[in-house]
């Protein structure tokens, strides 16, 4: 009779608190204010350094119409080859979508640039990025997602292209 009580109390222990953390896994308070974050953008390289910078106008949600503006900052000492003939090189930077109103969101991101290995100066950043700051509507907003931008050249005034999906809690 000792040897079922004492398998039993555990069994019981255990049980509870499965159940306790399956309940607790679903938290719809938490999806409050979240919602998609995404863009696509259009624009022109700026500068290649110290940072390389790219501009234009993006189309996207929850915003409508924004300029945006990318920064990235390479970490010189990270270079590798790609296997395609081309190099990598790990950085970090910021996206920052401006309303016409003067709303503004903040992506900090960090990321890997990589050339194509054919034409020189065809970069891709792609990286991972979080919303760190926001002004009007978007003030105090939080998320994170994916971030791509790309230049046909590192030559200012070539086309330049962006591209988010994510979310935004707000």
Request: aromatic share 8%.
């Amino acid at each position: 009779m000792k040897r079922k009580q004492w398998f039993r109390a555990p069994l019981l222990l255990w049980l509870a608190i499965v159940s306790q953390a399956m309940g607790q896994g679903v938290n719809a308070n938490q999806l409050s204010g979240l919602s998609g974050l995404s863009a696509e953008g259009a624009g022109t390289f700026v500068t290649l350094s110290p940072s390389q910078v790219t501009s234009g106008t993006a189309k996207g949600e929850p915003f409508g119409v924004a300029t945006y503006q990318t920064t990235w900052n390479p970490a010189f000492d990270s270079v590798s080859t790609n296997g395609s003939g081309g190099n990598c090189i790990r950085g970090s930077g910021n996206v920052i979508l401006t309303t016409p109103n003067g709303d503004t969101i903040t992506l900090e991101y960090a990321s890997t640039e990589c050339d194509t290995g054919g034409v020189i100066g065809h970069v891709a950043v792609r990286g991972a990025y979080l919303v760190t700051s926001g002004t009007g509507r978007f003030s105090g907003a939080t998320g994170g997602g994916n971030v791509v931008w790309a230049a046909y050249s590192n030559t200012p005034g070539s086309p330049a292209f962006l591209h988010i999906d994510g979310n935004i809690k707000r």
